[in-house]
């Protein structure tokens, strides 16, 4: 179980130029990614714009993930749902096609109470086998899970065996950290705080980063579960322009239009989600990527 430390990517789903998904592209990200020495890797989660898959492309990815990365990585499957049912299914035929583990998004719009997310979660890991971690992510589904349902289900179901946590409060995941047993895997659902949650004894990170610098990720968070910060902080200060960047509008517009720029898939989005609206976010955005690019080719981080 204490593989999952490290940075797992949450993987982008390229599209086509007429919006289908872009296998040929996954594949070759998903080697990139493995050739990098990532950890593991998340496909359709809210980096991989899964609100706009359909059923049938959602179980499509995640077995052409598993298919691609032939066992060299772990493959945590985004499965989540604000219905349990479709949870459930999802999840199922996550296990079913060989995922490693499955990442369970809080049930979003409908804001169950701390009741209901517990007989959710309970729901969906009584229905596999294959280790549950949770994903508590308020500013995106309204409801936070609190760090007591989360201990509860820790005890209640031995497959619930981490969280990413995401609430984006240090408080929350120092508690977490230290009402969870030794076992229980804590990983940041953000880049920009995956140092301070590892410093607290958390195990690593979910990242939006390393879809474009996954080498440099690996880097920054073993050293500091290796306990050398002067690398770690490092690395840390290099990548805090991008880690801002990713955020200059909403992910993944961001990260997948810098991945574009570098070659690794189109810039193309399904609506909702659209390309940049800012032509000065788009100018920081190349600046800082440029930036860093011209580093790594020339050694200097």
């Not at 079913?96 to 998004?105: E, F, K, W």
């Not at 619930?160 to 895997?185: H, N, P, R, W, Y």
């Not at 690398?231 to 960047?245: H, I, Q, R, V, Y």
Request: a negative charge; hydrophobic letters at 40%; glycine letters at 8%.
């Amino acid at each position: 179980m204490h593989r999952y430390r490290g940075v797992y990517t949450a993987l982008v789903t390229p599209f086509t130029d007429i919006g289908t998904v872009d296998y040929q592209a996954l594949e070759r990200i998903v080697n990139q990614q493995i050739e990098a020495g990532i950890d593991g890797l998340v496909p359709c989660g809210t980096t991989g714009e899964s609100p706009t898959l359909s059923h049938e492309e959602h179980d499509r990815v995640i077995a052409q993930t598993i298919k691609y990365a032939a066992g060299r990585v772990p493959v945590i499957a985004g499965t989540g749902s604000n219905a349990t049912t479709e949870a459930i299914r999802l999840s199922q035929h996550a296990e079913d096609s060989g995922a490693d583990a499955v990442l369970l998004v809080n049930p979003y719009y409908n804001k169950p109470t701390q009741k209901g997310l517990y007989l959710h979660f309970k729901a969906i890991a009584d229905s596999v086998k294959i280790p549950c971690i949770l994903y508590n992510i308020k500013g995106r589904t309204g409801v936070n899970l609190e760090t007591d349902t989360l201990v509860r289900l820790e005890n209640e179901c031995s497959n619930i065996v981490a969280v990413k946590e995401a609430s984006g409060s240090l408080e929350q995941m120092k508690d977490v950290i230290e009402k969870t047993s030794d076992d229980f895997m804590v990983l940041s659902g953000d880049d920009n705080l995956a140092l301070d949650l590892i410093r607290m004894g958390g195990d690593g990170v979910i990242s939006v980063a390393s879809n474009l610098f996954p080498s440099e990720m690996v880097r920054m968070t073993h050293a500091a579960l290796d306990g050398n910060w002067e690398e770690a902080d490092k690395l840390g200060e290099w990548f805090a322009p991008f880690f801002s960047a990713c955020f200059i509008e909403t992910n993944p517009i961001p990260i997948k239009t810098a991945m574009a720029r570098m070659g690794w898939c189109r810039e193309s989005f399904r609506l909702p989600m659209c390309t940049l609206e800012s032509s000065e976010h788009r100018r920081k955005l190349f600046s800082v990527i440029d930036q860093m690019a011209e580093d790594v080719k020339e050694g200097r981080i």
